[in-house]
């Protein structure tokens, strides 16, 4: 092991260069800051190889074989099964064949030095990375050192799991051969996601949940529709049940599930989606009074609760985690960052330009399902558990014109969630065919919270699947 | 000839059973009114039966496949043509083949007395109602006429028309067969739509366009795109030309266009999408004061200049020729009348409960074609035309995570066009493939006027093509 004789000073070190760090990185540069940015894998991080990029790459042919399907004068022609070499060779494509050149020259282009290795804080503002050879570099942070680290798959401690090799979101979005059969645990976004791809690629697929339904974070309409659907298209849904041991026969045999309630389910993989942990366990916290492997909880500007140095944005800070909303944080902590590094006063009203605002009230996500299912800010449960005084407004998609011309026997609903004591919404759902972009309407009309009253003036155009909001309005009036 | 007795009165009479005289109806209803309405064809109007409904119909097929040639392991199986008939016949079943007894179940069903044929105003809140067996209904309303009568084709008047029966958007729409070849006389929606479907239907399509581009309405990107994939698609748009005469070959024989280039074209139908007139003609105007055949000009609340009992809504007001924007319209002028004949306050503030803000500020429009062409509120043009201080943003669709996924070889293009003195926007552009649903959320951000600086809390789900509006943004902020 070699040390660096003197820390290199930088005005803000990022530990991390998925797109969260990227972002940092970005806004600290458009700031005038100096900025290294440290990371361990591929820079490009979880979403561009093992998460949003591959497993869209995956689902987009799976979707729009789904919409083919149900169009006439066209079905006929989509009946036969999805070239899967095909499909996985496009993903192949879209992850860089799990290179990460590309997104490494971006960095380079924004002036940010990259130290590849494994960073840990060694104390305040101090930041050590061991390279891969155990080359040592020392680097000072003069403002803010920003942990953009992410998180990780969790497996549960089950009988038999390390042996059995499971598969985890990462393997889900990144095998190169189809399996035969494939157990999913866990009936959450990667869990359904992952089932509709391994399903239409052909392989036999079998859901096991805990809970009662499917994405059970959002409405509960959304878990029954996706359910449904996936049933239909082959997959064996399995609720109320928990794995309590996992068995892989030899010599890379089938692996075995054993649940609690007697029975056992046998596949050629499993794969647990059930959670997620934060990559802080190896970070160096303890040499700054923080738990290792905990969440790191942050302020509005991500800055870490007892610091004035310490920013945490992504995942690891558990507000939101969603590439999107990590990327929201990290434009915020870089521009925070940069204004107190300037001595410049920050905004962090209520949606003002420091304050991560939407986290709370307008974090959207799409799963992209067949069919989709998208939603932003709070369900009718937690406006009620907010204390919110709400009314939510239910429709059927199928009865809009536009839904029914998009697909043949259009099955989708819509809902959205009226806080009666302000008049604007605090939360919008939809499920269906073809209606993952309009979820950002639900997402200006939430985050803009723009007046009920105005929302009348926003029209639809006619036949599109957005005339829902028109009906949604009409319902609400009554 | 036979003369009903004695009147019978109403409190509302509206002229015309399309989507706007019927959202008219159901408002004035709610404002518990009677009501009758007069229809001389469908009720359903054109909409129904030879414009929205059938194009889309006709349409989305050509869509879908489009999509889904650009899918990997699945642009093997749509390579073939369309099934024109299995089109047709799905077409034939969304305009009920022509039949209206659908809608007037429900117009029956909200109470509104229906009276079929001819209705003329004889006077200040009289209608006289020619039936199609020559009787007459006479009908006086109480407090308002509403003039829902729409608009029809124009055919230009060149030397031969007549007698080669060009078709008109209600031929186009309507059509049992497809030709061999179709001229298509028009660049507009009309035009590129009705080439759209016919060109994929498998006629030879040839377009005829006097202007330099198609959809001369919106930013110029958006006919250019359109024009390079019809193109692609196999048909032959010609610009900066004009017919000056049409000849039809006897005995059904195929019609000859001649261009004012010396030129001319042979072709088994023409469509000529060249412009709306006012269905005002043969509506007794004359008896109140107003000229047959004009448009009706009204104010905010859609009563006609000059009156205080006479509304004219959707296309006959000329303020914007869209079935969504005309049932806006209709919702106001429906309220407006209730709340007038109830003696209760009006609110006609910019975006107030009884004004139609929205004509002047935020029209939105879908042009199902492929690429979807999509806008709404001002051009870059008509916002610098209308003296606004603005800046256009530009970005190119195919740059978007989200666009690449969702097809390959993604071309699309997206502008937005900020007040720079209010910080709002005054108009948003979208084209490109899958952007139809994408448009009601800039739709949100122009009506509901979101300042910019909120905007940036309005987080597109990654990767969506929805994350056009962070692009949008980080270019508009430099």
Redesign the interface.
Known sequence: MTHAAEPVAYDVVVIGAGPVGENVADRARAAGLTTAVVESELIGGE?SYWA??PS??LL??VV??A??RR????S???Q?P???A??L??RDE?TSHWKDDGQAAWLDGIGADIFRGHGRLTGPKQVTVTAPDGTEHRLTARHAVAVCTGSRAVVPGLPGIEDARPWTSREATSAKEVPGRLVVVGGGVVGVEMATVWNALGAKVTMLVRGEGLLPRMEPFAGELVAEALTEAGADIRTGVSATAVRRAGGGGPVTVELDNGESVEADEVLFATGRAPRTDDLGLETVGLEPGSWLTVDDTCLVEGTDWLYAAGDVNHRAL????G??QA?ITGDAIGARAQGKPLDTAR?G?HAA??DHA?????VFTDPEA?SVGLSLAEAEQAGHRVRAVDYDLASV??S???A?GYKGRARMVVDLDREVLLGVTFVGP????????A???V??E?PV???????????????V??RLLETYRG
């Open positions: 979403c949003c990029m869209k790459a987009r042919p729009a074989r919409d083919a169009v006439p004068g066209l006929g022609a989509v036969g999805l070239d899967a095909a499909v060779a496009h879209y969603l590439t999107h909303q990327k929201y434009r949606w330009a605002t939407a307008a974090v959207p996500q799409v998208a014109a536009g029914g011309l998009y043949d073809g209606i993952g972009e309009l979820l950002h309407s997402t200006m009309a985050a803009g723009i009253a105005r929302l009348w003036h926003a029209v639809p155009s006619y036949p599109t699947i957005s005339e909001w028109l």
